[in-house]
């Protein structure tokens, strides 16, 4: 069973703590990064969400490889892209969880894709809300976490158009997500 819950005011916080974390684990390793950004559902106030904090640590190309070695320093476990192109994935440590954390090259279309679904949900309050409303939906009806995503695959398509991702690219990210859930392999 999929678990959504309602928006929770203590997201953001903890969302801060995190990012304190992995500031300081970068910094202390000297590995570059532009930004830590909060994504995913728990990033936008007032959406229902499972209650697992996305964070995408942003890089350049050439500064992939010592962020990940700074996150597996704190106890990160590397697991790939995952087939996510310039994405690296990681098993969380139990005491960053519940989260799902990424390396994200700077201007890949994944982290387009994670910044679009948090910024146009922060905007919209009416696709907030009807995207919430189909998150439940899926959530009581899924089997399992591939039909979770693909009954939300409709509504989030609508978001990308709206962030201005094209339509090559949204056909791209399905593609990917079709993947990843054939798989299994899920971040």
Known sequence: MIEVVEYQPSWPERFAVL???????LDAAGARYRSIEHVGSTSVPGLAAKPVIDVDIVVDAGDVTAAVAALTAIGFEPRGDLG??????FRTPERFAPSNTYVATA????????????DVLRADPVLRDEYAAVKRRAAAEAQDIDEYIERKSDVLSRVLAAAGISVEERAAITEVNRDITGRGARG
């Open 19 to 25: 990012r304190d974390a992995y500031a300081a684990a």
């Open 84 to 89: 996510v192109p310039d994405r690296q994935a």
């Open 107 to 118: 201007g890949s279309l994944s982290l387009r894709n994670h910044l679009a679904v948090r």
